[in-house]
Structure formats: C-alpha cells, structure tokens
C-alpha cells in the first residue's frame, strides 16, 4: 500500500527536520518506506504499516501548523499518545513555563501526567532514567509558582555523595564547595529566568539550593527551652507526641524530633533583652519595613540576617509575638491572683506581724478586702491598713490569720522587698490567673506613662530582682514586651528624703490590645485616654558562640511556629515552599524521612531519582526505593514512573538506556535494596 501526503513547504521543512533528524526516527519508528521530495511524503509498505504511518504524520502536521517546533522525539510522543489514545496537543499545548520566547512544556505522555501529578498533589515521586526531563520540569514549575507568589522561596537539594557529604575538606567557602554536585540545579535555573533575578533570589534567600545534608540544620541546641502547656522544658528532651506551646498560644504535638548532632550555633537576641542560641540555618518569620507597608512576612534564617540588622538607622527584621495569651496547664490556687498581686506589691508579709498594705487609693483597699474572705481591712493610720481575722482579738483564743497561712504556703511570707517572687503555681497556671496578678502588681507599683508624640506605655518599677524577672515573665505570657532598665530614684517616706534606698529594677511595657493592664479606675481611664501602644519586637544582635549538640523538632501547628526561650517564636519547617529533592535514590531511608517532615503548609515537595543507579554503600538501602512501599497508598502523594521511551535527549540516549534496562533484566545485575 502506498499513501502521498501534500504539505506546504515549510511543513515539509519541519518533517524533514535538521539534517533529516526527523526524517530518520519516522522510518526508524514507523515500519514503512518514507520519502520526501519537495513538498510529497511517500508512505509505502504494509497496509497497517502505512495506516498507522500516515497517523502519526497527521498529528505532527497539525502541531507544525498550530505552530509548534518538532524534532526526533517528538515522533516518540506522538506514537505514543496514540498507543494510550491521548491527544498530542493536550501535552504540547501545556505550556509550564516561558523566558526569552523559550517554552517549556511536556515533550511525551508521562511528562505530562508528571506536570498533572504536580499541580495536583503535594508531594510528587517521579522515577525513571535520566534524560526523561524529571528535574528540568520540576524547576520550571517552581520558578512559574514563585513568579505568580504561589509560594515564597525554592529550595533545591540533592545528597552531595560524591563526596561523602564530607565537603570540609574541599576549598572555598560553602557555595564553592557544593557548586560541581550543584551544577545542574543551578545550570535548569539560568534557563528559566535572567542571571542577575536569579543571583539576586539566592543573595535574598528567596532560592536556596544546597546539598542535602546541609538541609539538616534549622536547630537549636539541646539545652534550649521550649515552652510547653506544664512549663519550660529542654528541646533536647522532647519526644514524638509531646506538647509545645504554639504562636496562637495553644498547645500543639511534635511531629518529629530529629537529632543533627554538633553545629555552629549563635546567640540572637532581640530589643527587648529576650534571647535564644539556634543554628544559622533557622528559620524565623519575620516582617521587615517594606513587608510591613505591602502587609506580608517572610521566612528568613539566621544566617541571612547577619550584617542586614539595620535599615536606614531602624531595626528591619521584626519577630512575631505569641498571637494570645499562652494557655498553660491551669490549677488551684489558694489566694485570688489579684489579692496577690497586691499584696506582692504594696503588702507587708514578714509575718512577724499581723499582715499589712499601704495604699493612697481606698479603692484597692476595698478591692482586696472583697478577696480575702474571712479578713477586714482595718485602717491603722495614713496609708496604711492591717489585715485583721474577723474571728480575732485580743485574749481568748488565738486564731491564725489565713492570709498568714497561705503566705507561707506559697513561701513569699517572711520576705522583704528586696526578695519577694511571684509563687510558680501562678506563673504556671491559665491566662486569667496570670493576668489577676499582673494587674495586681500594676496597680499598685505601676501606672500609665505618657510623652508627648508617644502612645502610652506602663512603667513598672521593684526593687527585686527575682519579681522583676516574674513580672517579664507574666507580661510576655500575654503577648507583650518588658524592657528593663536599672536605676536609684530618689526616695520619700512620710514626707522625708530616703538616702538609701535600693536600686530599683524598672520595666516599660507594652501589652497587646484587649489585655487589660489595670483594674484601678484612674490609671485604667488615662491609659485608655492615651492609648497603648502595639507591642514590638526586633531582632538585635546575632553573635557566633562555636558548636553545641543541636536537635530540631517538627510540631504540628499550620504555621510550623513554636515558643522557645524568652518567649521567642520561631520555627524550623518550610512553609510556602517549592522544595525539589533531585538524585533521591542516593539518600538513605533516615534522609528521606528527615526530607519528608520538613514539609510545611502551603507547601509543594517533588522527589526525582533513578533506582537503578543508587551511588550508596552497597550494604545501605535506598531511601526512593522504599519510600514507595510505606507512602503510595496516602492521598496527597503522588507517583509517576518514567522509561526510555521518555528520553527527550540525543535518540541514542534511549538506546542506550534500553539496552542496559535488557541487560539488568538478563543477569540480575539491577541495584534493588
């Protein structure tokens, strides 16, 4: 059977390809005689042959005329697309991604399933030879998300086992030690955006592309602390199924806890005196001046804040505070919170005496009276007032006052000034406990302060320093900021000057709206009159302090966040990311869990690899090939497989893939752990 196809000329031209590429797959792929002469396509041979010969050239004429470019492996994609009754132009037509007038789209079947599968799932498995596009896909996608602020960084990662992951000895700094095991990321990278946006997304952050191993870090050391619903406790102890505390203030599982062994680490410290030791591969969210005018935040880590602290002469990054206040494990307590407060602050409570309080306001005279059941405030003289049984007197019998009893219950009875403390029951217990004792202490050695220009903040002032640290404590439980000064104020008593009094431990606050500083009518009318300020918080300095044995953990919270020392809110998992793992055969079965966990929300994650070219220790198993088996029956997660039909590089590529494909199958030679 012979069919003549007539085709304008430059169709012809696309037929015959450069140097007859195309020319020689169709008579290598498609079974009959095939001749070209000018415009006139000869298909000669069986008549099956030349019926499925003649559709194959009607699928590539229409993709010359829709406008598409053609070349050898284009036949394969036709006839494959016709084997599984697939339209051609569904695949060639999905442009992923264009630069320069370049477009990448899907050049076969499966890359397109592959993109499908990509868009669809959250995490992505694409296995197959090399050459089938896996990667090269996969970044394309990546930048057209970040283009679009689908997400907000890239993250490209491969084992670096050619070298062991053992990459110290090797000169340069860390960009030039990874660049031979990096270069093909970097190389898909410059083919899909300008060189200068590029560089200036990896100066930012904003791309980062290193080897796995580096991806360990985004840890603390194991002696940090890390806020949980019972209180502090250290990182390093920890475990699966444990609750931290969250940046909404609510306990929230770990997920993973994940051993990194020692690392560099350093000490960030923020304005307000609040400091933690992480290492320079953590990650914080964080809201810089422009960020801040475009209503945004980024993920940066701490290494890409050193040396960028400051802009025009005012701090630039600004940390996130608890978004509520924290709910820590509430219990009883024997004295109302408030009552407290304010016998912590203007009550005598050495107990050699009945207990005392010294106000000019009767107002809290009254207040603590009502919260003391079973004791009247008397008043002695001036200010102050004694806190008399309602059962006492003189002769008879002797009553212990119950103010006296649970003082020395909670141990602050007997204390001077200079030594009083807030008891931990307090400290540790639910938000309306802590805040009745904050309110307390501020209303009676706090107030409202104004300055021209200036919302209004508290000022607090103790001569304890143990109190001090309680009342910081209390005020960032609550979602504020403490900032402590020292200092010696002249002091009065009953009219006369006090030479020596103590140096006095002074705090400037700044509670979140809605947290009620004061329950004293005249402080509360002129702090709402004034109006609080927002309470801030800026990273200030960032110092090396050497290696420590570090751990990272994954909690279960949608922002990823966590509270660790001092209140400090912070998180080591990648949310908003494009996170493309290439090369992944050659990680072990612990990397790729690692790899896995560190999935954050808003997050996409796609794994590429060949399992039959595994670089590892022949006695080590292959992550990728295991990986299959626990994860493919999860919804979100995706598997494409690619074979040689899928090489889009030179036709001798899939030749070559074939036979060594024949060849394992023969003699059993296939790497499979």
Same mark, same amino acid.
């Given at each position: 059977?012979?069919?003549?196809?007539?085709?304008?000329?430059?169709?012809?031209?696309?037929?015959?390809?450069?140097?007859?590429?195309?020319?020689?797959?169709?008579?290598?792929?498609?079974?009959?005689?095939?001749?070209?002469?000018?415009?006139?396509?000869?298909?000669?041979?069986?008549?099956?042959?030349?019926?499925?010969?003649?559709?194959?050239?009607?699928?590539? +004429?229409?993709?010359?005329? @829709?406008?598409?470019?053609?070349?050898?492996?284009?036949?394969?994609?036709?006839?494959?697309?016709?084997?599984?009754?697939?339209?051609?132009?569904?695949?060639?037509?999905? +442009?992923?991604?264009?630069?320069? @007038?370049?477009?990448?789209?899907?050049?076969?079947?499966?890359?397109?399933?592959?993109?499908?599968?990509?868009?669809?799932?959250? *995490?992505?498995?694409?296995?197959?030879?090399?050459?089938?596009?896996?990667?090269?896909?996969?970044?394309?996608?990546?930048?057209?998300?970040?283009?679009?602020?689908?997400?907000?960084?890239?993250?490209?990662?491969?084992?670096?086992?050619?070298?062991?992951?053992?990459?110290?000895?090797?000169?340069?700094?860390?960009?030039?030690?990874?660049?031979?095991?990096? &270069?093909?990321?970097?190389?898909?990278?410059?083919?899909?955006?300008?060189?200068?946006?590029?560089?200036?997304?990896?100066?930012?952050?904003?791309?980062?592309?290193?080897?796995?191993?580096?991806?360990?870090?985004?840890?603390?050391?194991?002696?940090?602390?890390?806020?949980?619903?019972?209180?502090?406790?250290?990182?390093?102890?920890?475990?699966?199924?444990?609750?931290?505390?969250?940046?909404?203030?609510?306990?929230?599982?770990?997920?993973?806890?994940?051993?990194?062994?020692?690392?560099?680490?350093?000490?960030?410290?923020?304005?307000? @005196?609040?400091?933690?030791?992480?290492?320079?591969?953590?990650?914080?969210?964080?809201?810089?001046?422009?960020?801040?005018?475009?209503?945004?935040?980024?993920?940066?880590?701490?290494?890409?804040?050193?040396?960028?602290?400051?802009? &025009?002469?005012?701090?630039?990054?600004?940390?996130?505070?608890?978004?509520?206040?924290?709910?820590?494990?509430?219990?009883?307590?024997?004295?109302?919170?408030?009552?407290?407060?304010?016998?912590?602050?203007?009550?005598?409570?050495?107990?050699?005496?009945?207990?005392?309080?010294?106000?000019?306001?009767?107002?809290?005279?009254?207040?603590?009276?009502?919260?003391?059941?079973?004791?009247?405030?008397?008043?002695?003289?001036?200010?102050?007032?004694?806190?008399?049984?309602?059962?006492?007197?003189?002769?008879?019998?002797?009553?212990?006052?119950?103010?006296?009893?649970?003082?020395?219950?909670?141990?602050?009875?007997?204390?001077?000034?200079?030594?009083?403390? +807030?008891?931990?029951?307090?400290?540790?217990?639910?938000?309306?406990?802590?805040?009745?004792?904050?309110?307390?202490?501020?209303?009676?050695?706090?107030?409202?302060?104004?300055?021209?220009?200036?919302?209004?903040?508290?000022?607090?002032?103790?001569?304890?320093?143990?109190?001090?640290?309680?009342?910081?404590?209390?005020?960032?439980?609550?979602?504020?900021?403490?900032?402590?000064?020292? @200092?010696?104020?002249?002091?009065?008593?009953?009219?006369?000057? *006090?030479?020596?009094?103590?140096?006095?431990?002074?705090?400037?606050?700044?509670?979140?709206?809605?947290?009620?500083?004061?329950?004293?009518?005249?402080?509360?009318?002129?702090?709402?009159?004034?109006?609080?300020? &927002?309470?801030?918080?800026?990273?200030?300095?960032?110092?090396?302090?050497?290696?420590?044995?570090?751990?990272?953990?994954?909690?279960?919270?949608?922002?990823?966040?966590?509270?660790?020392?001092?209140?400090?809110?912070?998180?080591?998992?990648?949310?908003?990311?494009?996170?493309?793992?290439?090369?992944?055969?050659?990680?072990?079965?612990?990397?790729?869990?690692?790899?896995?966990?560190?999935?954050?929300?808003?997050?996409?994650?796609? *794994?590429?690899?060949?399992?039959?070219?595994?670089?590892?220790?022949?006695?080590?198993?292959?992550?990728?090939?295991?990986?299959?088996?626990?994860?493919?029956?999860?919804?979100?997660?995706?598997? +494409?497989?690619?074979?040689?039909?899928?090489?889009?590089?030179?036709?001798?590529?899939?030749?070559?893939?074939?036979?060594?494909?024949?060849?394992?199958?023969?003699?059993?030679?296939?790497?499979?752990?």
């Amino acid at each position: 059977m012979q069919d003549v196809l007539t085709v304008p000329n430059e169709v012809a031209a696309e037929l015959a390809g450069v140097g007859d590429g195309v020319l020689d797959t169709l008579r290598e792929r498609l079974g009959c005689t095939i001749s070209l002469r000018g415009n006139r396509l000869t298909l000669d041979g069986d008549d099956e042959r030349v019926v499925e010969a003649r559709a194959v050239v009607d699928e590539l +004429v229409e993709l010359v005329e @829709g406008g598409h470019a053609i070349g050898p492996d284009t036949v394969g994609a036709v006839v494959a697309a016709l084997d599984q009754a697939e339209d051609i132009r569904d695949v060639f037509d999905d +442009v992923v991604w264009r630069h320069r @007038g370049k477009k990448i789209a899907p050049k076969t079947v499966t890359q397109k399933r592959y993109v499908d599968t990509i868009r669809s799932d959250t *995490v992505t498995f694409a296995i197959g030879p090399a050459g089938t596009g896996k990667t090269y896909l996969a970044i394309a996608l990546a930048v057209k998300a970040l283009s679009e602020r689908e997400v907000g960084r890239i993250i490209l990662t491969r084992p670096a086992v050619e070298a062991g992951e053992r990459l110290g000895f090797l000169p340069g700094d860390v960009l030039a030690k990874v660049d031979p095991y990096m &270069r093909p990321l970097f190389d898909a990278l410059y083919d899909t955006m300008d060189a200068d946006r590029l560089n200036a997304y990896i100066d930012r952050g904003t791309i980062e592309v290193a080897p796995l191993a580096f991806m360990r870090g985004r840890a603390q050391p194991v002696d940090r602390q890390v806020l949980t619903p019972s209180g502090w406790q250290e990182i390093g102890s920890l475990r699966v199924g444990d609750l931290v505390i969250g940046s909404g203030g609510r306990p929230t599982p770990v997920l993973g806890v994940y051993q990194q062994g020692p690392r560099p680490v350093f000490r960030l410290t923020a304005q307000d @005196g609040a400091t933690t030791v992480c290492c320079g591969e953590h990650l914080w969210r964080v809201t810089t001046p422009d960020d801040r005018r475009r209503g945004r935040q980024r993920v940066v880590r701490t290494d890409e804040m050193v040396g960028r602290l400051r802009q &025009r002469h005012q701090h630039r990054f600004e940390l996130p505070l608890v978004e509520a206040p924290v709910e820590l494990m509430p219990q009883e307590v024997p004295l109302d919170p408030y009552a407290l407060g304010l016998l912590l602050g203007d009550g005598c409570l050495t107990t050699s005496t009945t207990p005392g309080f010294t106000t000019a306001d009767p107002e809290l005279a009254e207040a603590l009276e009502s919260r003391l059941p079973g004791i009247e405030l008397r008043h002695k003289d001036g200010f102050d007032y004694v806190l008399r049984h309602v059962d006492g007197g003189r002769g008879g019998v002797i009553v212990a006052n119950p103010v006296t009893v649970v003082l020395r219950q909670l141990a602050p009875a007997g204390r001077l000034s200079g030594t009083k403390f +807030v008891p931990e029951q307090y400290l540790i217990n639910s938000p309306d406990v802590r805040l009745g004792v904050l309110q307390g202490l501020l209303d009676t050695d706090g107030g409202p302060v104004v300055q021209r220009g200036r919302t209004c903040r508290i000022q607090y002032s103790t001569s304890s320093e143990r109190l001090r640290d309680d009342v910081v404590f209390l005020v960032r439980s609550l979602g504020g900021v403490a900032y402590g000064r020292e @200092g010696r104020a002249p002091g009065h008593a009953r009219g006369r000057a *006090v030479h020596h009094r103590a140096d006095a431990f002074i705090l400037d606050i700044r509670l979140p709206a809605g947290i009620q500083p004061f329950r004293l009518r005249r402080k509360l009318e002129r702090y709402h009159a004034d109006g609080g300020g &927002r309470p801030m918080r800026f990273v200030d300095k960032i110092e090396p302090l050497g290696d420590a044995e570090t751990v990272c953990i994954q909690v279960a919270a949608a922002d990823s966040l966590y509270v660790t020392d001092d209140f400090l809110v912070t998180h080591n998992t990648l949310n908003d990311s494009f996170v493309i793992l290439d090369e992944a055969q050659n990680t072990t079965p612990e990397q790729m869990q690692m790899f896995l966990t560190r999935l954050g929300f808003g997050s996409k994650m796609v *794994v590429t690899g060949d399992v039959t070219q595994v670089d590892l220790p022949r006695e080590q198993a292959s992550g990728l090939i295991q990986v299959r088996t626990i994860l493919q029956s999860l919804d979100g997660i995706g598997f +494409v497989e690619f074979g040689h039909e899928d090489v889009v590089r030179h036709k001798l590529v899939q030749r070559i893939v074939e036979a060594y494909k024949r060849h394992a199958e023969e003699t059993g030679s296939t790497r499979h752990r």
